[in-house]
Protein backbone atom coordinates (compact mmCIF):
# COMPACT_ATOMS: atom_id res chain seq x y z
CA UNK A 1 0.00 0.00 0.00
CA UNK A 2 1.12 3.42 -0.83
CA UNK A 3 1.09 5.92 1.49
CA UNK A 4 0.68 9.76 1.15
CA UNK A 5 2.35 12.22 3.01
CA UNK A 6 0.26 15.22 3.52
CA UNK A 7 1.76 16.29 7.23
CA UNK A 8 4.07 19.35 7.96
CA UNK A 9 6.16 20.18 4.87
CA UNK A 10 9.19 18.70 6.95
CA UNK A 11 7.39 15.26 7.29
CA UNK A 12 6.84 15.18 3.55
CA UNK A 13 10.06 14.73 2.97
CA UNK A 14 11.16 13.35 6.19
CA UNK A 15 11.41 9.24 6.48
CA UNK A 16 14.48 9.18 7.96
CA UNK A 17 13.00 7.41 10.77
CA UNK A 18 12.31 4.36 9.04
CA UNK A 19 15.86 3.70 8.41
CA UNK A 20 16.47 5.10 12.26
CA UNK A 21 14.30 2.57 13.57
CA UNK A 22 16.08 -0.29 11.99
CA UNK A 23 19.24 0.95 13.53
CA UNK A 24 17.63 1.16 16.69
CA UNK A 25 16.51 -2.20 16.50
CA UNK A 26 19.98 -3.40 15.35
CA UNK A 27 21.67 -1.48 18.38
CA UNK A 28 19.30 -3.63 21.02
CA UNK A 29 20.10 -7.00 19.00
CA UNK A 30 16.68 -8.35 18.16
CA UNK A 31 16.39 -11.62 16.98
CA UNK A 32 13.48 -11.86 15.31
CA UNK A 33 10.71 -9.02 13.80
CA UNK A 34 7.41 -11.38 13.94
CA UNK A 35 4.70 -9.17 11.81
CA UNK A 36 1.36 -8.99 9.79
CA UNK A 37 2.60 -6.38 7.23
CA UNK A 38 1.12 -2.21 6.99
CA UNK A 39 2.47 0.16 4.14
CA UNK A 40 4.44 1.98 7.81
CA UNK A 41 6.39 -1.10 8.26
CA UNK A 42 7.38 -1.75 4.80
CA UNK A 43 10.87 -0.38 5.43
CA UNK A 44 11.50 -2.09 8.34
CA UNK A 45 10.39 -5.20 7.03
CA UNK A 46 12.87 -5.27 3.50
CA UNK A 47 15.97 -3.95 5.15
CA UNK A 48 15.31 -7.23 8.31
CA UNK A 49 14.78 -9.57 5.30
CA UNK A 50 18.70 -8.30 3.77
CA UNK A 51 19.59 -8.50 7.61
CA UNK A 52 22.00 -11.65 8.65
CA UNK A 53 21.11 -11.19 12.10
CA UNK A 54 17.36 -10.19 12.27
CA UNK A 55 14.71 -12.46 10.92
CA UNK A 56 11.09 -11.41 9.80
CA UNK A 57 8.74 -14.21 10.45
CA UNK A 58 5.37 -13.33 8.45
CA UNK A 59 2.18 -14.37 10.74
CA UNK A 60 -1.61 -15.24 9.62
CA UNK A 61 -2.60 -13.12 12.47
CA UNK A 62 -1.41 -11.04 14.88
CA UNK A 63 -1.71 -13.07 18.08
CA UNK A 64 0.56 -15.57 16.91
CA UNK A 65 3.33 -13.39 17.32
CA UNK A 66 2.41 -12.63 21.16
CA UNK A 67 2.79 -16.51 21.37
CA UNK A 68 5.82 -16.32 19.12
CA UNK A 69 7.86 -13.73 21.38
CA UNK A 70 6.63 -15.33 24.64
CA UNK A 71 8.33 -18.82 23.30
CA UNK A 72 11.55 -16.82 21.86
CA UNK A 73 12.21 -15.07 25.06
CA UNK A 74 11.98 -18.75 26.96
CA UNK A 75 14.56 -20.04 24.65
CA UNK A 76 16.63 -16.31 25.16
CA UNK A 77 15.69 -14.36 21.97
CA UNK A 78 14.04 -11.26 21.89
CA UNK A 79 11.06 -10.60 19.53
CA UNK A 80 9.72 -6.96 18.45
CA UNK A 81 5.90 -7.57 17.03
CA UNK A 82 4.91 -5.57 13.87
CA UNK A 83 1.37 -4.83 12.94
CA UNK A 84 -1.18 -2.19 12.37
CA UNK A 85 -3.81 -0.72 14.90
CA UNK A 86 -6.63 -3.39 13.36
CA UNK A 87 -4.30 -6.21 14.58
CA UNK A 88 -4.71 -4.95 18.73
CA UNK A 89 -8.31 -6.34 18.34
CA UNK A 90 -7.25 -10.20 18.04
CA UNK A 91 -4.75 -10.02 19.89
CA UNK A 92 -6.70 -9.24 23.48
CA UNK A 93 -7.00 -12.97 24.95
CA UNK A 94 -3.06 -13.77 24.41
CA UNK A 95 -1.97 -10.45 25.72
CA UNK A 96 -3.06 -12.55 29.59
CA UNK A 97 0.36 -14.52 28.90
CA UNK A 98 2.32 -11.79 29.32
CA UNK A 99 0.90 -10.61 32.34
CA UNK A 100 0.47 -14.32 33.75
CA UNK A 101 4.47 -15.06 32.77
CA UNK A 102 5.96 -11.06 32.70
CA UNK A 103 7.40 -11.72 29.31
CA UNK A 104 9.14 -9.14 28.10
CA UNK A 105 7.01 -7.90 24.62
CA UNK A 106 7.66 -4.94 22.45
CA UNK A 107 5.29 -3.88 19.58
CA UNK A 108 5.45 -1.47 17.15
CA UNK A 109 1.91 0.13 15.96
CA UNK A 110 1.22 1.96 12.62
CA UNK A 111 -2.06 3.53 13.42
CA UNK A 112 -4.60 3.48 10.91
CA UNK A 113 -8.45 5.11 11.73
CA UNK A 114 -7.46 8.42 13.10
CA UNK A 115 -6.27 11.17 11.01
CA UNK A 116 -7.33 11.71 7.90
CA UNK A 117 -8.29 8.14 7.46
CA UNK A 118 -10.54 7.09 4.51
CA UNK A 119 -11.88 3.95 5.38
CA UNK A 120 -14.32 4.28 8.01
CA UNK A 121 -14.01 0.43 8.58
CA UNK A 122 -10.30 0.93 10.43
CA UNK A 123 -12.25 3.49 12.54
CA UNK A 124 -13.50 1.41 15.43
CA UNK A 125 -11.08 -0.41 16.09
CA UNK A 126 -8.11 2.83 15.33
CA UNK A 127 -9.89 4.46 18.16
CA UNK A 128 -10.01 1.88 20.43
CA UNK A 129 -6.52 0.45 20.08
CA UNK A 130 -4.89 2.05 23.01
CA UNK A 131 -7.56 1.34 25.43
CA UNK A 132 -7.28 -2.55 24.51
CA UNK A 133 -3.24 -2.20 25.11
CA UNK A 134 -3.94 -0.40 28.19
CA UNK A 135 -6.77 -2.78 29.97
CA UNK A 136 -4.50 -5.97 29.40
CA UNK A 137 -2.21 -4.08 30.81
CA UNK A 138 0.81 -3.07 28.46
CA UNK A 139 2.05 0.48 28.81
CA UNK A 140 1.07 3.24 25.56
CA UNK A 141 3.47 4.86 24.30
CA UNK A 142 1.99 7.57 21.08
CA UNK A 143 4.71 8.56 18.70
CA UNK A 144 3.72 11.51 16.58
CA UNK A 145 6.83 12.77 15.02
CA UNK A 146 10.40 11.17 13.94
CA UNK A 147 12.05 12.44 17.03
CA UNK A 148 9.64 10.81 19.35
CA UNK A 149 8.78 7.51 17.63
CA UNK A 150 13.11 6.56 17.57
CA UNK A 151 13.14 7.78 21.59
CA UNK A 152 9.56 5.62 22.45
CA UNK A 153 11.32 2.66 20.64
CA UNK A 154 14.72 3.00 22.27
CA UNK A 155 13.32 3.40 25.32
CA UNK A 156 10.67 0.72 24.89
CA UNK A 157 13.55 -1.64 24.23
CA UNK A 158 15.48 -1.02 26.94
CA UNK A 159 12.73 -1.13 29.20
CA UNK A 160 11.17 -4.15 28.13
CA UNK A 161 14.69 -6.41 28.16
CA UNK A 162 16.22 -5.26 30.76
CA UNK A 163 13.16 -5.09 33.38
CA UNK A 164 10.08 -7.66 31.78
CA UNK A 165 8.03 -5.14 30.70
CA UNK A 166 4.97 -4.92 27.88
CA UNK A 167 5.40 -1.90 25.77
CA UNK A 168 3.48 -1.23 22.81
CA UNK A 169 5.21 2.46 20.60
CA UNK A 170 1.84 3.49 18.46
CA UNK A 171 3.06 5.27 15.47
CA UNK A 172 0.70 8.18 14.28
CA UNK A 173 -1.08 8.17 11.43
CA UNK A 174 0.32 12.02 11.03
CA UNK A 175 3.92 10.35 11.24
CA UNK A 176 3.36 7.41 8.57
CA UNK A 177 0.69 9.64 6.52
CA UNK A 178 -2.52 8.44 5.07
CA UNK A 179 -3.22 5.98 2.60
CA UNK A 180 -3.39 7.57 -1.02
CA UNK A 181 -7.00 5.90 -2.41
CA UNK B 1 -15.63 -42.59 14.62
CA UNK B 2 -15.74 -46.38 14.28
CA UNK B 3 -18.34 -48.15 16.80
CA UNK B 4 -16.48 -50.79 19.59
CA UNK B 5 -12.77 -49.19 18.47
CA UNK B 6 -9.82 -49.41 20.64
CA UNK B 7 -9.02 -46.10 21.08
CA UNK B 8 -5.22 -45.07 22.16
CA UNK B 9 -5.26 -43.21 25.65
CA UNK B 10 -4.45 -39.82 26.36
CA UNK B 11 -2.18 -40.75 29.58
CA UNK B 12 -0.42 -43.84 28.12
CA UNK B 13 0.70 -41.80 24.81
CA UNK B 14 1.82 -38.34 26.48
CA UNK B 15 3.99 -40.93 28.97
CA UNK B 16 5.52 -42.56 25.77
CA UNK B 17 6.61 -39.04 24.22
CA UNK B 18 7.77 -38.10 27.49
CA UNK B 19 10.29 -41.70 27.93
CA UNK B 20 11.48 -40.39 24.23
CA UNK B 21 12.08 -36.68 24.81
CA UNK B 22 15.69 -36.86 25.49
CA UNK B 23 17.02 -33.58 26.26
CA UNK B 24 13.57 -31.63 24.10
CA UNK B 25 11.45 -29.17 25.59
CA UNK B 26 7.82 -29.63 26.14
CA UNK B 27 5.22 -26.79 25.43
CA UNK B 28 1.60 -28.29 26.76
CA UNK B 29 -1.53 -27.37 25.75
CA UNK B 30 -4.44 -25.36 28.37
CA UNK B 31 -6.48 -28.24 30.01
CA UNK B 32 -6.44 -31.72 29.34
CA UNK B 33 -2.25 -31.52 27.74
CA UNK B 34 -1.18 -30.31 30.90
CA UNK B 35 -2.75 -32.43 33.16
CA UNK B 36 -1.19 -35.23 31.37
CA UNK B 37 1.88 -33.72 30.74
CA UNK B 38 2.46 -33.02 34.38
CA UNK B 39 1.56 -36.31 35.31
CA UNK B 40 3.93 -38.31 33.07
CA UNK B 41 6.65 -36.12 35.37
CA UNK B 42 7.24 -33.02 36.19
CA UNK B 43 10.28 -31.35 34.99
CA UNK B 44 11.58 -27.87 34.36
CA UNK B 45 12.41 -28.07 30.36
CA UNK B 46 8.12 -28.36 30.74
CA UNK B 47 6.20 -24.91 29.73
CA UNK B 48 2.17 -25.88 30.74
CA UNK B 49 0.04 -23.02 29.12
CA UNK B 50 -3.39 -22.78 31.54
CA UNK B 51 -4.52 -20.09 29.16
CA UNK B 52 -3.68 -17.98 26.20
CA UNK B 53 -5.99 -20.40 23.87
CA UNK B 54 -4.01 -21.14 20.44
CA UNK B 55 -0.71 -19.93 21.15
CA UNK B 56 0.63 -23.14 22.64
CA UNK B 57 1.77 -23.98 18.50
CA UNK B 58 3.52 -20.98 18.14
CA UNK B 59 5.21 -20.52 21.65
CA UNK B 60 6.80 -23.78 20.41
CA UNK B 61 8.03 -22.27 17.51
CA UNK B 62 9.70 -19.36 19.23
CA UNK B 63 11.52 -21.38 21.43
CA UNK B 64 12.73 -23.88 18.15
CA UNK B 65 13.53 -20.45 16.19
CA UNK B 66 15.70 -19.41 19.18
CA UNK B 67 17.49 -22.64 20.10
CA UNK B 68 17.66 -24.57 16.40
CA UNK B 69 19.76 -27.32 17.87
CA UNK B 70 17.53 -27.98 20.97
CA UNK B 71 14.08 -30.79 20.41
CA UNK B 72 11.20 -28.71 20.85
CA UNK B 73 8.05 -31.00 21.04
CA UNK B 74 4.08 -29.45 21.81
CA UNK B 75 1.45 -31.03 22.97
CA UNK B 76 -2.15 -29.93 22.42
CA UNK B 77 -5.57 -30.68 21.44
CA UNK B 78 -7.83 -30.37 18.68
CA UNK B 79 -9.74 -27.64 19.99
CA UNK B 80 -6.40 -25.57 21.21
CA UNK B 81 -4.75 -26.27 17.45
CA UNK B 82 -8.38 -25.11 16.20
CA UNK B 83 -8.14 -21.75 17.57
CA UNK B 84 -4.41 -21.36 16.50
CA UNK B 85 -4.52 -23.29 13.14
CA UNK B 86 -3.06 -20.20 11.19
CA UNK B 87 -0.26 -21.36 13.03
CA UNK B 88 0.40 -24.31 10.89
CA UNK B 89 1.27 -22.37 7.74
CA UNK B 90 3.34 -19.72 9.71
CA UNK B 91 5.20 -22.79 11.19
CA UNK B 92 5.19 -24.33 6.97
CA UNK B 93 7.19 -21.23 6.11
CA UNK B 94 9.62 -21.39 8.95
CA UNK B 95 10.66 -24.93 8.42
CA UNK B 96 11.89 -25.95 11.64
CA UNK B 97 13.60 -28.97 11.72
CA UNK B 98 13.66 -29.41 15.95
CA UNK B 99 9.83 -28.83 16.04
CA UNK B 100 6.87 -31.80 16.44
CA UNK B 101 3.68 -30.60 17.11
CA UNK B 102 1.60 -33.67 18.76
CA UNK B 103 -1.93 -32.88 18.75
CA UNK B 104 -4.08 -35.47 21.58
CA UNK B 105 -7.57 -35.59 18.80
CA UNK B 106 -10.27 -36.57 20.85
CA UNK B 107 -13.05 -35.01 18.76
CA UNK B 108 -14.09 -32.76 21.88
CA UNK B 109 -13.97 -29.58 23.86
CA UNK B 110 -13.32 -31.49 27.02
CA UNK B 111 -13.00 -28.61 29.39
CA UNK B 112 -16.27 -27.16 28.79
CA UNK B 113 -18.50 -30.38 28.70
CA UNK B 114 -17.58 -32.81 26.08
CA UNK B 115 -19.29 -30.46 22.92
CA UNK B 116 -17.72 -32.19 19.63
CA UNK B 117 -15.24 -30.18 17.99
CA UNK B 118 -14.62 -29.88 14.00
CA UNK B 119 -12.75 -32.96 14.01
CA UNK B 120 -15.51 -34.59 15.41
CA UNK B 121 -17.48 -33.12 12.08
CA UNK B 122 -14.66 -34.58 9.09
CA UNK B 123 -12.22 -31.83 9.31
CA UNK B 124 -8.61 -33.65 9.69
CA UNK B 125 -5.45 -31.33 11.19
CA UNK B 126 -2.77 -33.97 9.59
CA UNK B 127 -3.84 -32.70 6.15
CA UNK B 128 -3.74 -28.88 7.72
CA UNK B 129 -0.33 -30.08 8.23
CA UNK B 130 0.69 -31.66 5.16
CA UNK B 131 -0.88 -29.16 3.42
CA UNK B 132 1.32 -26.59 5.03
CA UNK B 133 4.87 -28.22 4.40
CA UNK B 134 5.17 -30.11 7.53
CA UNK B 135 8.12 -32.14 6.62
CA UNK B 136 6.19 -35.49 8.14
CA UNK B 137 2.71 -35.48 9.16
CA UNK B 138 0.94 -38.68 10.22
CA UNK B 139 -2.70 -39.86 11.06
CA UNK B 140 -2.60 -42.24 14.31
CA UNK B 141 -4.61 -44.49 15.17
CA UNK B 142 -3.22 -47.75 16.32
CA UNK B 143 -0.15 -48.62 18.27
CA UNK B 144 1.36 -49.59 15.31
CA UNK B 145 1.22 -45.58 14.18
CA UNK B 146 2.13 -44.14 17.21
CA UNK B 147 5.38 -46.69 17.04
CA UNK B 148 6.47 -45.32 13.75
CA UNK B 149 5.55 -41.27 15.31
CA UNK B 150 7.87 -42.04 17.69
CA UNK B 151 11.02 -42.84 15.26
CA UNK B 152 10.53 -38.52 15.05
CA UNK B 153 10.54 -38.21 19.11
CA UNK B 154 12.78 -35.91 19.54
CA UNK B 155 12.54 -34.10 16.69
CA UNK B 156 15.40 -33.50 13.99
CA UNK B 157 14.17 -33.56 10.52
CA UNK B 158 10.50 -31.31 11.46
CA UNK B 159 8.49 -29.79 11.31
CA UNK B 160 6.63 -33.35 12.55
CA UNK B 161 2.67 -32.79 13.24
CA UNK B 162 1.01 -35.78 14.76
CA UNK B 163 -2.60 -36.31 14.46
CA UNK B 164 -3.09 -38.92 17.18
CA UNK B 165 -7.01 -39.95 17.91
CA UNK B 166 -7.42 -41.06 21.51
CA UNK B 167 -10.07 -42.09 23.82
CA UNK B 168 -12.94 -39.48 24.33
CA UNK B 169 -12.48 -39.99 27.66
CA UNK B 170 -11.25 -37.72 30.57
CA UNK B 171 -9.27 -39.01 33.09
CA UNK B 172 -8.62 -37.40 36.70
CA UNK B 173 -7.11 -33.76 36.48
CA UNK B 174 -3.52 -33.67 37.51
CA UNK B 175 -2.63 -30.25 38.05
CA UNK B 176 0.92 -28.03 37.54
CA UNK B 177 1.79 -25.21 39.32
CA UNK B 178 -0.44 -21.85 38.41
CA UNK B 179 2.50 -19.44 38.44
CA UNK B 180 3.59 -18.08 34.85
CA UNK B 181 6.58 -16.18 36.35
CA UNK B 182 7.91 -19.36 38.17
CA UNK B 183 7.14 -21.43 34.90
CA UNK B 184 9.07 -18.96 32.56
CA UNK B 185 11.86 -19.03 35.32
CA UNK B 186 12.75 -22.82 35.63
CA UNK B 187 11.97 -22.91 31.95
CA UNK B 188 15.01 -20.73 31.27
CA UNK B 189 17.29 -21.61 33.89
CA UNK B 190 16.86 -25.28 32.03
CA UNK B 191 17.94 -23.29 28.79
CA UNK B 192 21.14 -22.14 30.93
CA UNK B 193 19.54 -18.69 30.88
CA UNK B 194 19.71 -15.84 33.77
CA UNK B 195 16.33 -14.52 35.25
CA UNK B 196 15.44 -11.13 36.87
Known amino acids: MKRLKLNTKKELTDTSWENNLFNIIKKHKINFLPYVPDAGHAKLISLSEKDNFIKPIVLTTEEEGIAFSSGAWLGGKKSVLLMQSSGVGNCINMLSILSNCNFPFVTLITMRGEFGEFNSWQVPMGQATQTCLESMGVVVHRASNSTEVENFTDAALYSAFSSDQQIAVLLSQKLIGRKEW | ?196
Do not use: C
Not at chain 2, 4 to 24: C, E, F
Open chain 2, 1 to 196: MVKNKIYLKRRDIVSQIVAYRGNAKIISGLGSPTYDVYNAGDNDSNFYLWGAMGGTAMIGLGVAMANPNLPVIVITGDGEMLMGIGSLATIGVQQPKNLAIITLNNGYYGETGMQKSHTSFGVELNKIAEASNFKKSFLINTNNDFNNLLNYIPPKNGPIFGNIIIDPQNPLRSLPILDGVELKNRFRKSVGLKVL
